[in-house]
């Protein structure tokens, strides 16, 4: 059983560098509808017995050109991969204990 999460995803111009869009392409995008402040969000899928989480850490954050604030958590893994879970670390809190209690005895 995997726990799930909607998470924050950054867009970036390929996986491989991580290298950001230039700002044409971002207004290509915007026009296209396909992009919404660098950011899409996606479920992602964590097995926790074999990377447990060892801290959820508040991030705010303004999207660029925005006026909302977003809130977001921080999960480190013990492996050390990081990733932006979307709302407050007392809400991923609740999900992460929710899915524990789930789990069969």
């Given at each position: 059983?995997?726990?799930?999460?909607?998470?924050?995803?950054?867009?970036?111009?390929?996986?491989e560098?991580?290298?950001?869009?230039?700002?044409?392409?971002?207004?290509?995008?915007?026009?296209?509808?396909?992009?919404?402040?660098?950011?899409?969000t996606?479920?992602?899928?964590?097995?926790?017995?074999?990377?447990?989480?060892?801290?959820?850490?508040?991030?705010?954050?303004i999207?660029?050109?925005?006026?909302?604030?977003?809130?977001?958590?921080?999960?480190?893994?013990?492996?050390?991969?990081?990733?932006?879970?979307?709302?407050?670390?007392?809400?991923?809190?609740?999900?992460?204990?929710?899915?524990?209690?789930?789990?069969?005895?």
């Open positions: 059983m995997w726990l799930e999460l909607e998470i924050y995803c950054p867009i970036t111009k390929d996986l560098s991580g290298e950001e869009m230039s700002e044409l392409d971002e207004i290509r995008l915007k026009n296209e509808g396909v992009l919404i402040d660098g950011y899409d996606e479920t992602g899928y964590f097995n926790l017995s074999i990377d447990m989480i060892k801290q959820l850490n508040p991030k705010v954050f999207p660029k050109g925005g006026v909302n604030k977003r809130f977001a958590t921080e999960i480190v893994f013990d492996s050390g991969t990081v990733v932006y879970a979307k709302g407050k670390p007392s809400e991923v809190y609740k999900r992460v204990i929710d899915y524990i209690d789930s789990l069969p005895d």
